[in-house]
């Protein structure tokens, strides 16, 4: 069997970053709402994106605009520490993918896209009405990566998830009632998936 193989610290970043994320995949998507000084509303999605159960906590890296400049997401987290993170299903992904054109901050893509929005309970930036799972965050921490790369570090606050994927019996959402999508390779073959087959085989460890 032949292994395709490659140093990737002698290669240059566009090589490393499309070889990379052509590899670890499927990724969850953090389809984020926050606001500006003016209360605008941005929505963006990130998919160098983790959950961290305990403590509650999920992160994201944000990468700069071509200019060198903060994204809207980065900078309106820097100035208002407060963000929505929402988890789409498939009927959201069109949407999804065309929030993330590059538009200045003076354009809300919420409103641009004409999706429909709730307050949040404890954070300033609203909730995308139809996402079925949203995740009030706190900006906790950042982390310079390197040149133009920012870990942020978001405390959870509050969950919703929308009643139609939710056991009550269990208390938590059930994967088999909805299809959340998924970030696949940005540029060789098909470049968003959503949850297909699926397994049930015992219950694992919990914390
Ligand atoms: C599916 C998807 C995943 C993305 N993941 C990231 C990511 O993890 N980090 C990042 O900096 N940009 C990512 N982007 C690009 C941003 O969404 C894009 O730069 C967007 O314009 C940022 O918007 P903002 O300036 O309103 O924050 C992704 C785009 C798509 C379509």
Redesign the pocket.
């Known amino acids: 069997m032949t292994t395709i193989t490659r140093d990737l610290s002698s290669l240059p970043k566009r090589d490393v970053y499309r070889i990379l994320s052509s590899l670890v995949i499927p ?1 969850p ?2 389809w ?1 709402t ?1 606001v500006d000084g003016d209360g605008r509303v ?8 983790m959950g961290i159960f305990g403590p509650p906590m999920l992160a ?6 071509k200019d060198g400049s903060l ?6 987290l820097q100035e208002r520490g407060e963000a929505v993170v929402h988890i789409a299903d498939l009927p959201l992904l069109e949407a ?2 065309a ?5 200045g ?1 003076e354009v809300s ?1 919420v409103e641009r896209l004409g999706l429909a929005m709730e307050p949040s309970l404890r954070v300033a930036p609203p909730r995308l009405r139809d996402a079925p799972v949203a995740l009030e965050c706190r900006l906790n921490h950042e982390l310079e990566l390197g040149p133009g790369s920012t870990l942020v570090l978001l405390d959870v606050l509050v969950s919703h998830a929308t009643e139609r994927i939710w056991s009550a019996e269990e208390d938590s959402a059930d994967a088999s009632l909805w299809r959340p999508v998924s ?1 696949l390779a ?1 540029v060789v073959g098909p ?2 998936g959503a949850l297909g087959q699926t397994f049930h085989l015992g219950v694992s460890e919990l914390p």
Not at 71 to 76: A, E, G, I, L, S
């Open positions: 990724r998507i953090a984020i926050t941005n929505l963006a999605p990130f998919s160098s994106f994201v890296t944000l990468g700069r605009r994204k809207d997401t980065h900078r309106n999804l993918h929030s993330a054109a590059d538009v901050p893509e970030r940005s470049n968003y």
